[in-house]
């Protein structure tokens, strides 16, 4: 495992999804029986997965699937392979889905799925192994109707492949809405592969906007250079935004008159780093937090901006294209410093979105043009980003707190309508 993924070990990320909570129902003056159904998960399956390897050894690693809410319709929710993936970490994202949805105002609950292993060091055969043994684990749980599954961090489209294959086959014929961010040659959706960095796009530009800060030119670090990092950056540097640091697991690079992004995307792909781009300086880890710029976008994992290290945080906005970057001690420091924070549960959920649209497309067998996908997506992010952005500035409040109470409030308003409490 590279260091810089070992020493980001999350402290408590679930933690910090229940403070949070409590933040923003205290702001809603929650009822506490309400509080009570709708703050914990409604369902944890915790599952064991014997893989054979290719030197013919079992291997057991452990998976999850949490199931945070159905209130406002099925499960929906990511799933992340990982070596530091813990039950907490998929409660706190499962937690975040059901607000986050909420928030974006499509009629889905939240939940998340994860297994403790490392993908980089297995051959594909394996991650194939393991990926149609978990999915035949949680198969009580997924379905269309039920909990979609869809691809978080070193899980990607050929793993829903594996996924809605291993489900059609229990059934007897094909499911393509059993998954979202599928390929498209199985019922994927148009759109959806970058639908999460372009939704952290239009968000950024929505933020520039209020903010009177001109995108031309506009200097942005990313943290974590893989599917929704580099897709946001591609946008931003298409509408002459100079991306000027990125990383991934393996390392750090910068240059000041900014990256050529599809060199650097060819790159990535070519080598599978960021390492050695001709024409980069290599950086630290924390130094690339701490540049100038206007626009900073955590796109790796969970609590990498902390008390410690935020102070050193230049940015003007921050945009969380990763769910949970900043802890709750990190979100001190930057109100006090005036950054403006788009918080996950509004940044990142242009993949759900997409996700959204593209369960609809399988469930009608009619499918959209990419067009129509975008202007959809934009459509939403940015009406999402205004209702959030009204209740900042109306209440006084922190745009995480605001996104929290609209999601929030809306999962309590789903309840009390249902009266799932006796
Ligand atoms: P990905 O696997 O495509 O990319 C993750 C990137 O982060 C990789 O380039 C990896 O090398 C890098 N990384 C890992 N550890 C790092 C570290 N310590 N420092 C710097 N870089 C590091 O994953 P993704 O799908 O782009 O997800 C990234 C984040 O976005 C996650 O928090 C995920 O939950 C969130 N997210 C993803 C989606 C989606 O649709 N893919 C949707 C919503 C939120």
């Known amino acids: 495992m590279p260091v810089s993924e070992a020493i980001k070990l999350p402290k408590n990320t679930y933690q910090a999804a229940l403070e949070n909570f409590e933040l923003a129902a205290n702001m809603l003056e929650l009822e506490s029986d309400i509080r009570a159904i709708i703050k914990y998960p409604e369902r944890i399956l915790e599952v064991s997965l014997p893989v054979r390897m290719d030197n013919g050894h079992i291997l057991r690693f452990e998976g999850y699937r949490v199931q945070h809410s159905t209130a406002r319709g099925p499960a929906k929710g990511g799933i992340r392979y990982h070596p530091n993936v813990t039950l ?32 980089k060091d297995m051959s594909q055969g394996e991650v194939e192994r393991l990926t149609r043994r978990y999915a035949a684990s949680i198969l009580p749980l997924i379905g269309p109707e039920q909990d979609i599954p869809a691809p978080d961090v070193y899980t990607n489209a ?17 499911i393509p809405g059993a998954v979202t961010g599928k390929p498209i040659s199985l019922g994927g959706s148009l759109g959806r592969n970058e639908a999460t960095g372009r939704g952290v796009f239009y968000t950024i530009m929505s ?17 974590g ?18 991306v000027i640091a ?3 697991s393996r390392a750090s690079i910068f240059n000041n008159k900014g990256f050529n992004l599809p060199q650097l995307i060819a790159y990535k792909e070519k080598t599978g780093q960021v390492l050695g781009l001709p024409g980069s300086e290599e950086i630290r880890a924390d130094e690339l937090l701490a540049l100038d710029c206007e626009i900073l976008i955590p796109a790796a994992l ?57 369960w609809v497309q399988d469930e009608q067998h009619l499918f959209w043009e990419a067009q129509d996908v975008y202007n959809r997506l934009e459509r939403v992010m940015k009406t999402s980003f205004a209702e959030v952005l009204k209740l900042h500035l109306d209440r006084k409040l922190s745009m995480r707190v605001a996104a929290n109470m609209l999601g929030i409030g809306r999962v309590a308003e789903a309840v009390k309508i249902r009266g799932l409490y006796p």
């Open 207 to 223: 933020a520039c906007e209020h903010l009177k800060i001109p995108i031309k030119g506009a200097r942005v670090l990313v943290q």
């Open 302 to 358: 969970e609590d990498v901006i902390d008390g410690e290290n935020a102070p050193a945080v230049k940015a003007k906005i921050l945009a969380e294209a990763a769910n949970g970057p900043v802890t709750p001690e990190g979100d001190a420091v930057l109100e006090n410093k005036g950054v403006f924070v788009i918080p996950d549960i509004l940044c990142n959920a242009g993949g759900v979105t997409v996700s959204y649209f593209e």
């Open 246 to 248: 990125v990383s991934d």
């Open 88 to 119: 907490d970490e998929v409660k706190a994202l499962a937690t975040w889905m059901t607000w986050k949805c909420a928030v974006v105002n499509i009629p889905f609950g939240g939940a998340k799925g994860g297994v403790t292993c490392n993908p």
């Open 158 to 174: 050929q793993t829903m492949a594996w996924i809605m294959d291993t489900y059609s086959m229990t059934k007897g014929y094909p």
């Open 225 to 242: 250079f893989g599917n929704a990092g580099s897709v946001a950056a591609n946008l931003l540097h298409e509408i002459q935004a100079r």
